[in-house]
């Protein structure tokens, strides 16, 4: 049973530009969150997708935005980058049922902007 | 404004000890209370979980303590091996509603020296 994956693993952009981070979810799961891990830092939530909707979005600017397709998996964008857009993202996918709180992350891709 | 505050922020603990890692929140709405264990260039993984009806959780070495009174959790892990060196973080999530977010702390790097 695969768990939660994303892709690519490691990025490296410069400031100004768009990059799309992709999550395939958890066998079972319906539901994807995405986090920010800046270095030394607990993730931080930035927002989470149900039935291909945006159902709850943390303190992050417009210029993150997300989408989820039909199979469940989920992509993040991030336009016009900034240096400190620099972290680890990660991916958590969970089943909205019973024990809906419980998140399964994934490894995370980790963002270089220059 | 952090609403979930996690201490230390490193621990050494020689083989075969406690290590003790705290945690205090703010908002008594929090109803769910997970720590996660984090390897390096891996996503964090759910380790055990605890709700604020029960002040004690076991599992294995692992041993959550809860006090609602205090607003505190800490996690306990009896007979600590260098296996379990990593890095731990506590987080908390509202149930209900449009609440779906965890709440992290920003983590305590435990070293279990053989």
């Known amino acids: 049973d695969a768990g939660v994956t994303q892709s690519p693993t490691h990025l490296i952009k410069t400031r100004g530009q768009q990059v799309t981070l992709r999550c395939s979810p958890k066998?079972?799961?319906?539901?994807v969150s995405w986090y920010q891990q800046a270095l030394g830092q607990g993730p931080q939530f930035i927002f989470q997708?149900?039935?291909?909707?945006?159902?709850q979005r943390g303190n992050f600017p417009d210029r993150f935005s997300g989408h989820q397709f039909p199979n469940y998996s989920s992509e993040l964008n991030v336009n016009a980058l900034l240096l400190g857009d620099s972290a680890l993202y990660l991916c958590?996918?969970?089943?909205?049922?019973?024990?809906?709180?419980?998140?399964?992350f994934g490894a995370g891709t980790r963002l270089s902007v220059l | 404004q952090q609403q979930v505050k996690q201490s230390p922020q490193s621990l050494i603990v020689q083989k075969g000890g406690i290590s003790i890692i705290n945690c205090a929140y703010e908002?008594?709405?929090?109803?769910?209370f997970p720590w996660y264990q984090q390897f390096p260039g891996k996503g964090p993984a759910l380790l055990i979980a605890?709700?604020?009806?029960?002040s004690e959780k076991k599992e294995g070495r692992f041993t959550i303590s809860f006090n609602k009174s205090a607003k505190q959790f800490s996690l306990h892990i009896m007979d600590s091996q260098p296996g379990d060196s990593a890095t731990y973080f506590c987080?908390?999530?509202?149930?209900?509603?449009?609440?779906?977010?965890?709440?992290f702390g920003k983590g305590t790097l435990l070293t279990v020296n053989p």
């Open positions: 958590a996918s969970s089943f909205d049922g019973l024990a809906k709180n419980i998140q399964y």
């Open positions: 066998s079972g799961h319906d539901t």
């Open positions: 997708y149900y039935e291909e909707e945006e159902r």
């Open positions: 908002n008594t709405a929090f109803d769910y």
């Open positions: 605890i709700r604020p009806d029960v």
């Open positions: 987080a908390a999530k509202r149930s209900g509603g449009s609440n779906y977010k965890l709440t």
